[in-house]
């Protein structure tokens, strides 16, 4: 340390020594590095495990505000009934078993020159490298009345798992006889590009055993289906013929909670549940530590590191990167985004190059009924060139058809990656 140690240094350090404490963490003393991960969604959980898995000499300290994680993919399986609250959620302890320090509290900056984060609760924390996986947050003000309406609690996003998932079950099922439950999609890219249409069978599922006279209205933004559109639709004209209407080129601009309106550039309609998903961008803490580089949204990196372009020691994964040509916003490629991460930082920290040549896989299952599932799936390789990742043409592909086989795979898939993430 080249400078003098003042009373607020030791104030800062005793906070986080604190925080670190309450984990039940060791302290940076005699370890190689310390890596600080920043959210422990499907991103940072992984980084974090891997990274002590790779090599348990470097200290791993992750930031989490919630005490427990809470899973979107299957969220929307809570709304159609075939499944609860408690199959989402996982603790942070297989994390813990792994050495991983885990800190419930917010970040609220980042000071990149100083190698330092600060937490809202517990002072500050130093790193040697950052890894910022904070998902997304919304871009309310894109949608006039929008946050009066969310706090009315009439209108509701669901788009993170947890309170709200739980709030849209409650609207579902209090729906009255034969009403319309309006979801609204964003222009993509937003988080889950299949998500809006799974979510839409999954309510039409609820409402086929439950108010049959029901419909599900999709007012999307965009022209048309944004993923698995054929498929989707012949299920909804399969399992729900007449209870699914889609109307594409309907961008929400307003909503009015009081006469339960959503306000489209050419019409006003009306609904009796809300499900307004507003548009995305990368996470609040990513926006404050200068990592958005792309339309005010979304963090540019070099995915042969997942580095930031505008920052650097700072590394960015998950929903708030700028996606690479072909790559969804979806849980599946955050956690390989991660293990690119995590290996290419356990590099870095021992001085070696980076893998040159990772190659990554995506794999989305949607569940439009109980059991019938339908997937998309892609492998990414890296233009060395281009520093990006481009799709393998010829790998990956869709379902032929859906069908209960995949159902199995789909919550096979569920629960191997909240292990490979958590466990
Ligand atoms: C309805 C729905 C269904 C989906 N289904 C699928 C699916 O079937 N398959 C699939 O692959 N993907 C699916 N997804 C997408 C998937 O949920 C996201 O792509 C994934 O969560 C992205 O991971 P992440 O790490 O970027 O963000 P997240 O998983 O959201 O993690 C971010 C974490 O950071 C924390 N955080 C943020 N800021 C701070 C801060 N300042 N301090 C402390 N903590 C902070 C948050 O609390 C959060 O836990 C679905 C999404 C939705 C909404």
Known sequence: ??????????????????????????????????????????????????????????????????????SCPISNLVLGGSKTMEDIRHSYDGLRRHGVQVVTD????????????????????????????????????????????????????????????????????????????VLSVPLAPYRCPPGPYERASQVANYLKKNNRRAKVLILDANPDVTSKGPLFKKAWAELYPGMIEFRGNSKAIGVDAKTGTVKLEVEDVRGDVLNVVPPQRAGDIAMKAGLVTANNRWCGVDWRTTESTAVKGVHVLGDATLSAPGMPKSGSMANQQAKVCASAVVAMINGREPNPDPRIVNTCYSFVSDTEVIHVASVHELDAGKKTFVPIKGAGGVSSARNELEGKYGWAWAQNIWQDALG
Not at 6 to 24: M, P, S, V
Not at 114 to 124: A, N, Q, T, W
Request: aromatic share 8%; glycine share 12%; proline share 1%.
């Open 106 to 181: 917010e970040v609220t900056a980042v000071d990149a020159a100083k190698k330092m984060v600060k937490l809202e609760r517990g002072g500050d924390l130093k790193y040697d490298r950052l890894i910022v996986s904070p998902g997304i947050d919304f871009m309310f003000n894109e949608i006039a009345g929008y946050e009066d309406g969310m706090k009315s609690g009439r209108v509701l996003h669901a788009w993170k798992a947890g309170a709200q998932t739980i709030a849209l079950q409650k609207q579902l099922a209090a729906m009255r006889d034969g009403g319309v439950f």
């Open 1 to 70: 340390m080249s400078r003098n140690f003042d009373r607020r240094d030791f104030l800062r350090i005793t906070g986080a020594t604190a925080a670190l404490a309450a984990a039940g963490c060791a302290t940076m003393g005699g370890t190689k590095a310390r890596v600080v991960v920043i959210g422990g969604g499907y991103g940072g959980a992984t980084a974090a495990k891997y990274i002590r898995l790779w090599d348990p000499s470097i200290e791993v300290v992750m930031v989490e505000r919630a005490n427990i994680f809470t």
